[in-house]
């Protein structure tokens, strides 16, 4: 089933005044868990933050707070604080990055800002070395690369579009595509052909009821020098 496109429009673009659990905390570092805030990251790496007493700015890197409690006692108020504890826990990305939308599943995901390749989320990405199966074949594969480029937008060797093979009817245009091999051709000797598979075509071994066996995984060495 073709998987739709996000876009950047799926994603709230506010948020709600929420709490944190009090834990065992005190003084500013229990106000930035109990006082309904709530953070929303900005294009230039700081974050606003929304109180009830006001909406102030908030620079991790710097250090720094627009707040009086910050400009007029140095001190490291209960905004600073709160905007590390969200970074933290992954309610918002670090100031390097930015959130952005799976290309597979839709799913929210951190990328660096500069990043212009389809996204994905830690379930759906796969680095080099992870052992994955065809889901048209069965076949398992070793991914090599990641290209950064949609099926719609990547040729293969054969000067085709990944999108435009029927077997990849399926799956969506906007996914980003991967690099694989066959397991199989690592065993034999001579040149392995490197294909290009749209993501979600890609299911990790791991994830299959049939896992892989010892004979598989004793393989799964060093598939960039192939």
């Known amino acids: 089933m073709t998987q739709p496109e996000y876009t950047p429009a799926s994603l709230p673009a506010t948020r709600s005044k929420t709490t944190l659990a009090a834990e065992d905390t005190t003084g500013r570092a229990r106000r930035a868990r109990t006082e309904p805030m709530a953070v929303r ?5 700081r974050y606003a933050v929304e109180t009830a007493g006001g909406t102030y700015v908030v620079d991790l890197d710097a250090r720094t707070c627009t707040c009086p409690d910050a400009q007029l006692r140095d001190a490291r108020c209960k905004h600073r604080r709160r905007v590390a504890l969200e970074v933290t826990e992954g309610l918002v990305p670090p100031p390097d990055q930015r959130t952005a939308v799976c290309a597979v599943c839709g799913g929210r995901t951190f990328v660096p800002q500069a990043s212009r390749a389809p996204a994905l989320c830690a379930a759906h990405e796969s680095d080099p070395g992870t052992l994955v199966r065809d889901r048209e074949t069965g076949d398992r594969l070793i991914v090599v690369a ?15 579009l990944v999108a435009d093979y029927p077997s990849n009817a399926h799956y969506g245009g906007h996914e980003p595509v991967f690099r694989v091999v066959y397991l199989d051709a690592l065993r034999r000797e001579g040149d392995v052909r490197r294909y290009a598979f749209p993501a979600s075509r890609l299911q990790r071994v791991a994830d299959a009821s049939d896992g892989p066996s010892p004979a598989d995984s004793a393989d799964v060495t060093d598939p960039t020098t192939a």
């Open 41 to 45: 990251p900005l294009r230039d790496g």
């Open 146 to 160: 990641a290209t950064g480029e949609r099926a719609d937008r990547f040729e293969t060797d054969e000067g085709r």
